[in-house]
């Protein structure tokens, strides 16, 4: 139970505030637009999920985990939620319009279908699918119903710096996009991890899991609506006791409007004093960007950094108060059935090239 929680907290960010009462993670009131309820906490990614939803005008009703551990540091957060007796208690209940989810990954595809069907929307932690067959009913269940189906890419969405860049390339501040390069190392911390965590089966693989968040980027940067999977492979290298695992992994993408490369791993060292040093690289035409996402480590600190270089300088842009409007561009989807937050063209293409590059993953080892 303890090394669990353990893991949602250094793997939400928000270890340093999760011994604070509930008071310090309190937004201004403001009368609720929809109701939602969460279904499945086993990823501490559920907190930011949670709060993204309040920002947006959201108000938490209901819960439902099968763990009682889970269960209980939840309820400890958010103390006014109601704790269902079962996932159909929320299902059958009219007044909850979005479901969030942070169940083990390869039960979020099933769980979003099930919640489309009883005409709710649905939020699910990233990977939000984890084989192409659950993607190919997601998308028959999202077309017969017209429901959201949004997956939660919180190293875009939730980044200040990376909400930013969105803004600058939009305004064209570095030309024309032409290739991300987007790195997503991670610490491990082997004594906190569930079981499942381990098993590629549950977690899809690395390419699926991690690198689903730097999809996602390459496509909004670069503007694609198309892609496809020029190369990729996957490696097990430092962890033979777990035979279902994989450390490394990388690949190389082509799109309609640029190109893209992504690396990720478990090889973040405990001196780092972040879980990992993020970065994005978008180079354009006329210069490029280059964020930081966790740490600075020869200058800022910690926190979301972002550098432009162009044509007249080199300048370092502070995002700290930076919006992150995705909670509220969401519940806005929710109750005007726009795509103001993400495109569920979007939402697919980055999980189909995600599926894809690790389906045909190429497998390697180090002598």
């Known amino acids: 139970m303890n090394n669990r929680r353990t893991f949602l907290k250094q793997t939400t960010g928000l270890a340093a505030l999760s011994a604070l009462s509930?008071?310090?993670?309190?937004?201004?009131?403001?009368?609720?637009r929809i109701g939602f309820a969460a279904i499945g906490l086993n990823h501490g990614h559920i907190y930011s999920q949670i709060e993204a939803v309040i920002r947006g005008g959201g108000e938490l009703v209901w819960v439902y985990a099968k763990e009682a551990d889970l269960l209980a540091a939840f309820t400890k957060r958010y103390p006014?939620?109601?704790?269902?007796?079962?996932?159909?208690?929320?299902?059958?209940?009219?007044?909850?319009?979005?479901?969030v989810s942070a169940a083990i990954p390869d039960e979020r595809g099933p769980l979003g279908?099930?919640?489309?069907?009883?005409?709710?929307?649905?939020?699910?932690?990233?990977?939000?699918?984890?084989?192409?067959?659950?993607?190919?009913e997601v998308r028959k269940v999202q077309q017969q119903t017209k429901r959201i189906y949004s997956i939660m890419y919180s190293e875009r969405f939730e980044n200040r710096a990376t909400v930013k860049a969105?803004?600058?390339?939009?305004?064209g501040a570095i030309g024309q996009v032409i290739q991300t390069i987007g790195l997503g190392p991670h610490r491990i911390s082997l004594s906190s991890r569930p079981a499942w965590f381990f098993d590629k089966k549950r977690f899809g693989g690395i390419i699926c899991d991690i690198a689903s968040h730097q999809v996602d980027q390459?496509?909004?940067?670069?503007?694609s609506t198309k892609g496809e999977v020029v190369a990729s492979q996957t490696g097990n290298i430092h962890y033979p006791q777990y035979p279902n695992f994989e450390d490394f992994g990388d690949l190389t993408l082509r799109g309609d409007k640029g190109t893209g490369y992504i690396r990720v791993d478990w090889f973040t060292p405990d001196g780092l004093s972040t879980w990992g040093d993020g970065r994005l690289t978008i180079l354009g035409t006329d210069?490029?960007?280059?964020?930081r996402k966790n740490v600075d480590i020869a200058g800022h600190g910690n926190g979301s950094h972002l550098f432009l270089v162009d044509k007249k300088e080199t300048r370092y842009i502070d995002t700290s108060k930076?919006?992150?409007?995705?909670?509220?561009?969401?519940?806005?989807?929710?109750?005007?059935?726009?795509?103001?937050?993400?495109?569920q063209a979007h939402c697919f293409l980055a999980t189909e090239l995600a599926l894809k590059a690790q389906k045909k993953a190429q497998r390697f080892k180090i002598a």
Do not use: C, H, W
């Open 22 to 32: 509930p008071s310090v993670y309190a937004m201004p009131k403001m009368a609720p």
């Open 287 to 291: 210069g490029f960007i280059e964020i």
């Open 218 to 223: 390459f496509l909004y940067f670069t503007g």
């Open 113 to 136: 279908i099930r919640v489309m069907k009883a005409g709710k929307d649905y939020m699910a932690d990233k990977p939000g699918i984890t084989t192409l067959d659950q993607l190919a």
């Open 80 to 99: 006014t939620v109601k704790v269902a007796r079962s996932e159909d208690e929320i299902l059958n209940d009219p007044a909850i319009k979005l479901v």
């Open 166 to 171: 969105g803004e600058l390339v939009k305004a």
């Open 322 to 343: 930076e919006p992150t409007p995705y909670g509220t561009q969401l519940v806005d989807d929710i109750l005007n059935r726009t795509e103001t937050a993400m495109t």
